[in-house]
């Protein structure tokens, strides 16, 4: 499933600010198809070298994307067996925005 980004986001000079920060059309498109896929977004030494994030969305209640619940932890130690108790808090904001 290819997620399709509005033409100004692939088109966007973007600044490299790591050496894994994504800058290239093809790779954003790629990471956009892999979160769409997943349904949760992570990061590791894209903006800071030493960060490591992971994103759960919050949807409102037409399902459009509002927000995210988002951990931050040391790139050793990405919060991803946090991921489940981000999903939870995401779908306990999901009712007060409805």
Not at 6 to 19: M, N, S
Not at 42 to 59: I, M, S
């Amino acid at each position: 499933m290819s997620h399709c980004a509005p033409p100004w986001c692939l088109t966007a000079r973007r600044t490299r600010t790591t050496t894994e920060t994504v800058v290239r059309p093809h790779q954003l498109q790629a990471r956009l198809d892999e979160v769409a896929e997943h349904g949760w977004a992570v990061q590791v030494g894209e903006v800071h070298d030493d960060v490591a994030c992971l994103a759960a969305p919050v949807r409102s209640g037409d399902a459009a994307l509002v927000g995210a619940v988002v951990l931050t932890g040391p790139r050793q130690r990405p919060p991803l067996d946090h991921l489940d108790a981000a999903r939870r808090c995401a779908a306990a904001l999901e009712p007060l925005l409805a």
